[in-house]
């Protein structure tokens, strides 16, 4: 049973436009919410995080949204560039010292100039 | 420049060979991870060591998957005999244990069995 679905699978947005990939996850115990980015040829590396007790984070061009009701994060990555192309993953885990990601299946992002 | 160093970074066999994957995790980390990655399954957690121990490999074929930690800078993942089935990347990742901490991925050792 997947226990972080991620989507769109892929997608294409305009330079300058908004990027947006949703994910929604099921276990209630999940504490932090990274997104990863992978560039082809290369390993997923943290672009951002958030914890439950915000409902915002905000690095740049980069924001997470996050509502604990429903159970579901997103990302967004506003003035979208061509270098913004790459595979993203959302994941998540738990609260104990031993928990580990679980990644939700990857958004291909292709940013047109 | 801390990073994950993984070996092969290529690597084209023939099915039932023996295959072996090396990971150099970032020094001072304790936990290692493998990961495999297909088009199909996306990222999927094989295997991970906390200490030099192993916690969980619940997500390896067992019958022909192993994966060990002969000291605390390298992690080792086998394949014998490999099948055309387990062509995939394979990333090995490290971090501080506590839940929560970023995890550091090396750039994969890409498989391909024929």
């Known amino acids: 049973q997947q226990q972080v679905k991620q989507s769109p699978q892929s997608l294409i947005v305009q330079k300058g436009g908004i990027s947006i990939i949703n994910c929604a996850y099921e276990n209630t115990a999940f504490d932090y919410f990274p997104w990863y980015q992978q560039f082809p040829g290369k390993g997923p590396a943290l672009l951002i995080a958030i914890r439950p007790d915000v409902s915002e984070k905000k690095e740049g061009r980069f924001t997470i949204s996050f509502n604990k009701s429903a159970k579901q994060f997103s990302l967004h990555i506003m003035d979208s560039q061509p270098g913004d192309s790459a595979t993203y993953f959302c994941?998540?885990?738990?609260?104990?010292?031993?928990?580990?990601?679980?990644f939700g299946k990857g958004t291909m992002l292709l940013v047109s100039p | 420049d801390a990073r994950v160093t993984q070996t092969p970074r290529h690597k084209v066999t023939e099915m039932g060979q023996e295959v072996t994957m090396r990971c150099q995790p970032i020094l001072g980390h304790n936990t290692v991870f493998w990961y495999r990655q297909t088009m199909m399954q996306g990222l999927e957690l094989l295997a991970y060591?906390?200490?030099?121990?192993?916690?969980?490999d619940s997500g390896m074929p067992k019958d022909r998957f192993s994966a060990e930690m002969p000291d605390a800078t390298l992690a080792t993942l086998k394949i014998q005999p490999s099948e055309p089935r387990d062509s995939a990347v394979y990333f090995c990742?490290?971090?501080?244990?506590?839940?929560?901490?970023?995890?550091?991925f090396g750039e994969g050792s890409w498989l391909t069995v024929v």
């Open positions: 060591f906390r200490n030099r121990a192993p916690l969980d």
């Open positions: 990742a490290s971090g501080l244990g506590s839940a929560g901490n970023t995890i550091y």
């Open positions: 994941a998540a885990s738990g609260r104990t010292g031993y928990s580990t990601l679980t």
